[in-house]
């Protein structure tokens, strides 16, 4: 049987546009109520608005992910607006600008981890207590990408960043379990939204230089990335394929099985690490030794 979404509760974080929208959008109309969060003050209104129009029971919050005190304000304002929350989803993300590591920028790199991965862990520390407070259970979904699941060359900060989206997902979903609370990372490869625009909303503390308008500025350095993320997947059918996923429980969401000999690639070279550990006359003789975990 389908999860019934009905009357619960969503906080959606970069949910003016993209992927977010169309969670929004998907989650609204199978009748949940949608807390849409974005930095993006004008867009953030202006989607907020279509949702409501289309008859989606909508709350929207401005949200900087790399600021605690303003996701707890969403928690105030969401509790306010429709009482208990059952779903998180950490989307927002940026895509950084793609250098080699010898000519990365630091302060961009800074802002990749302070929205990437503390946005996220922002978004789960504060909405965890309020999901747990229903006692209903719920859902954490943690927008990763196919990024975390592989190193991607010139692209460090972002890979790194959503490979410990993947770990940190791996973390919780144990950690949450017995709240009934399903946590699962979304790994999408390439889907037409604006990620490759992402210096767009670029906060000032990382740097005054934020291109605006221009969308060839916008996308300066994104180069071949720009183009894949163009010839990419629409959000909406992400989103349905979020909801196949949801129901058959998924821990890592899937929506380009044709990364899958790519991935098992990375899985055969740990294995003949192993292997090679496995004959090392420094460290065989552990082979056998239980292993002690949490
Ligand atoms: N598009 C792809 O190809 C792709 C692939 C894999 C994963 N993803 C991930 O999907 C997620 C959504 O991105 P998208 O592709 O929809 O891109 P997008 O740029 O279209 O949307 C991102 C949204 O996040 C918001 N945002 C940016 N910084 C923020 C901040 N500090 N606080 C709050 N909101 C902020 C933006 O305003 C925007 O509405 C990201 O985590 C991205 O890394 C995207």
């Known amino acids: 049987m389908s999860i019934d979404f009905t009357n619960k509760t969503a906080i959606i974080s970069g949910a003016a546009g993209g992927i977010g929208l169309a969670m929004a959008r998907e989650l609204g109309q199978l009748g949940m109520r949608i807390v849409m969060a974005d930095i993006d003050e004008p867009a953030l209104q202006a989607s907020a608005q279509t949702l409501s129009k289309e008859g989606i029971s909508v709350l929207a919050c401005q949200l900087d992910v ?117 946590v699962s990372a979304l790994c999408p490869a390439f889907v037409k939204t604006r990620i490759h625009e992402s210096l767009r909303t670029k906060q000032e503390k990382y740097g005054t230089d934020r291109p605006k308008g221009d969308p060839e500025k916008l996308k300066k350095g994104f180069g071949q990335a720009a183009a894949l993320v163009e010839a990419g997947i629409a959000p909406e059918l992400l989103a349905k394929r979020v909801i196949e996923a949801l129901n058959s429980k998924q ?29 090392s006359p420094l460290v065989k003789h552990l082979i056998n030794d239980e292993i002690q975990s949490l």
């Open 251 to 279: 821990l890592y969401i899937f929506t380009h099985p044709n990364f899958r000999d790519a991935i098992a690639t990375r899985g055969k070279f740990i294995d003949k690490a192993f292997e090679d550990a496995a004959h």
């Open 66 to 182: 790399t600021n605690f005190a303003q996701w707890q304000a969403v928690v105030t304002e969401a509790k306010e607006a429709f009482g208990g929350i059952h779903m998180l989803i950490n989307n927002a993300g940026v895509g950084g600008i793609p250098a080699s590591i010898d000519q990365s920028d630091n302060a961009i790199w800074q802002w990749v981890v302070d929205v990437n991965l503390m946005g996220v862990m922002y978004g789960a520390q504060v909405v965890t207590p309020a999901i747990k407070e229903t006692g209903e259970g719920g859902w954490i979904i943690n927008v990763a990408s196919m990024a975390g699941m592989n190193g991607v060359p010139y692209s460090s900060a972002y890979a790194a960043t959503k490979a410990a989206v993947v770990s940190m997902t791996e973390s919780w979903a144990v950690e949450l379990k017995k709240h009934n609370i399903h």
